[in-house]
């Protein structure tokens, strides 16, 4: 993997760049679209490519891991080969799937002990293996295993977590570095800042990660509860350490307002379940606002979705039809607001990236940021 920084913002810390991986180029900032089980949902991988426009997208370790499984992924040749996705893909380590597990996990120095949610089944994650799975999954950029810590966190645990995950990521850089990938490209190992809402501990995890030179980072452990504007001040501390000549993924964020204050703090990738999920229970993010379609307001509204409706796949759908859809639990209902919402989070990104080049962007990012809370 390659990372071009192209322009800077000089009122900001926003930046252009792109990074090139064996399955294509990624023009950054980026939002990456969830495929937690190889399958954005509701969205057929064509749909992504030609309307929505996704240059790369997520895959989950945990998720795979369990089902299809390791032995049916490898059998195909890789995710890409299995559901036919042949741009870049990414895979979380699983860290935050066996959080979220708390009442079924054990963690120790090994690693995670955890009982599946499909069965019950015990299984164990440690670093090594979690690279031995991500290298089977076959993605073009793998994270490192770490522990995602809750919000609130006290000190303490958040120190020993954070310096747990350092040493797992010894572990995982080591292992990754003594394997070959199995499918004839190449894959990228991204350790992940932890620290809570913790300055110094941010501070040194940045310095550690940092540390480790790969050719990426990420940050992880925020958009797990705390107020925004600690995930900023974070963010910044954060972004100020890792170096500049390498891009910096903040995991798991978040709203359009979120994603457009971190990019102003220097971030070049994101991800996040909220366009997909919201779209299945009605909510539609939109340039000038959010929209409830469930809402009685809808119901003889015939305009478009969006009004600038020649920008997003959705032109040929009403308001008022995506309503009926919604109240009828039609499942064209979630997979047209999914398209939408899909469509609007890569619109977003690509502007501020065109906005950046040109030189405009504080002014633009300040003016969405006020139009893309509102409630419609």
């Not at 369990?66 to 893909?89: C, Y």
């Not at 452990?221 to 001040?233: I, K, Q, R, W």
């Not at 994101?270 to 809402?295: E, H, Q, S």
Request: overall charge negative; some cysteine; proline content about 4%.
């Amino acid at each position: 993997m390659k990372f071009k920084l192209e322009v800077t913002d000089s009122h900001t810390k926003a930046r252009a760049g792109e990074i090139t991986t064996d399955h294509g180029v990624i023009q950054t900032p980026i939002f990456m679209p969830v495929g937690t089980a190889g399958s954005v949902k509701a969205v057929h991988q064509r749909e992504l490519e030609n309307d929505i426009k996704a240059q790369i997208i997520l895959g989950n370790t945990y998720h795979l891991y369990l089902r299809p499984g390791l032995s049916t992924l490898e059998m195909a040749g890789g995710l890409h080969k299995f559901n036919g996705w042949e741009k870049p893909i990414l895979t979380d380590s699983g860290g935050y799937q066996v959080y979220s597990l708390s009442g079924v996990r054990k963690i120790k120095e090994e690693g995670v002990t955890f009982r599946s949610h499909i069965d019950g089944s015990k299984h164990l994650f440690t670093p090594e293996g979690v690279m031995d799975t991500q290298r089977i999954i076959g993605a073009d950029i793998i994270m490192a295993f770490d522990e995602c810590t809750p919000y609130p966190c006290e000190y303490g645990y958040a120190r020993r977590s954070m310096e747990m995950t350092h040493r797992w990521l010894k572990r995982c850089c080591d292992h990754f570095d003594q394997t070959q990938p199995k499918y004839g490209y190449s894959q990228t190992l991204f350790p992940i800042v932890q620290g809570s809402v913790y300055k110094d501990l941010r501070k040194q995890s940045a310095e550690m990660i940092a540390s480790f030179e790969r050719e990426g980072n990420a940050i992880g452990g925020l958009s797990v509860g705390e107020p925004a504007e600690d995930m900023y001040e974070m963010t910044e501390i954060v972004c100020d350490i890792l170096p500049s000549d390498k891009p910096r993924y903040l995991m798991g964020v978040g709203t359009p307002v979120n994603i457009l204050e971190n990019i102003a703090l220097g971030i070049d990738m994101f991800d996040c379940v909220m366009p997909t999920r919201n779209a299945r229970n009605g909510m539609l993010f939109t340039k000038n606002g959010i929209i409830n379609i469930k809402n009685e307001r809808w119901k003889n509204d015939f305009s478009p979705i969006e009004e600038d409706s020649d920008l997003f796949a959705d032109r040929n759908y009403s308001k008022a039809y995506l309503r009926h859809l919604a109240h009828s639990n039609e499942i064209l209902g979630s997979q047209i607001a999914t398209l939408h919402n899909l469509h609007f989070y890569i619109w977003l990104v690509s502007e501020a990236r065109a906005k950046i080049i040109e030189g405009t962007f504080n002014e633009w990012k300040n003016k969405m940021v006020k139009q893309v809370a509102q409630r419609l």
